[in-house]
T-cell receptor, first 114, second 111 residues
Framework: DAGVIQSPRHEVTEMGQEVTLRCKPI?????LFWYRQTMMRGLELLIY????????DSGMPEDRFSAKMPNASFSTLKIQPSEPRDSAVYFC????????????FGPGTRLTVT | SQQGEEDPQALSIQEGENATMNCSYK?????LQWYRQNSGRGLVHLIL?????REKHSGRLRVTLDTSKKSSSLLITASRAADTASYFC???????????FGTGTRLKVLA
């Protein structure tokens, strides 16, 4: 199994630009999570999906952030417009059916907004 | 505020020694999980303990859970240099799959 795949691995962009992060969960997993990790705030859950439907997006910092899951094998996290404080490592994780079980994390996308 | 908080924040030990790290949380939970993160990598699941369990083992790992004190501990026995990483607890509150990760313990095992 290839595991959770994220792209790009690194992204450097200028303030005000749109950023799109991509995630392919493990086949057969029906939960998908987006996290953000910074030194100051640790690992924060942004949003999670079950069967492609957003269940809880209370962690999304503001309207500049949006996430979609058009099908079971693909999800995006978009930031528009980006700001320097969005600089962080963004992780995608997936979990098998049933919930309440272990999450499999992708390698992360390191985002730098200058 | 953080649901899970680990202590110590950092721990440095010699290879072969045991490492113990603790996690405290605030609300009732379905289960508690421990993860490892090597520098620059994603998190890797280590072990899950359910709220009705008190102790669980997996290889050199031993996890305990005390729901009355809302705390858990992770013991790594006979540590190796390869165990050097950050360790996080994650709590799954009752009724939701919105896992909350703690602040992490940075473990350094000296060869």
């Amino acid at each position: 199994d290839a595991g959770v795949i994220q792209s790009p691995r690194h992204e450097v962009t200028e303030m005000g630009q749109e950023v799109t992060l991509r995630c392919k969960p493990i086949s057969g997993h029906d939960y998908l999570f987006w996290y953000r990790q910074t030194m100051m705030r640790g690992l924060e859950l942004l949003i999670y999906f079950n069967n492609n439907v957003p269940i809880d997006d209370s962690g999304m910092p503001e309207d500049r952030f949006s996430a979609k899951m058009p099908n079971a094998s693909f999800s995006t996290l978009k930031i528009q417009p980006s700001e320097p404080r969005d600089s962080a490592v963004y992780f995608c994780a997936s979990s098998p059916p049933g919930g309440g079980s272990e999450q499999y994390f992708g390698p992360g996308t390191r985002l730098t907004v200058t | 505020s953080q649901q899970g908080e680990e202590d110590p924040q950092a721990l440095s030990i010699q290879e072969g020694e045991n490492a113990t790290m603790n996690c405290s949380y605030k609300t009732s939970i379905n289960n508690l999980q421990w993860y490892r993160q090597n520098s620059g990598r994603g998190l890797v699941h280590l072990i899950l303990i359910r709220s009705n369990e008190r102790e669980k083992h997996s290889g050199r790992l031993r996890v305990t859970l005390d729901t009355s004190k809302k705390s858990s501990s992770l013991l790594i026995t006979a540590s190796r240099a390869a165990d050097t990483a950050s360790y996080f607890c994650a709590t799954g509150p009752s009724g939701t799959y919105k896992y909350i990760f703690g602040t992490g313990t940075r473990l350094k095992v000296l060869a």
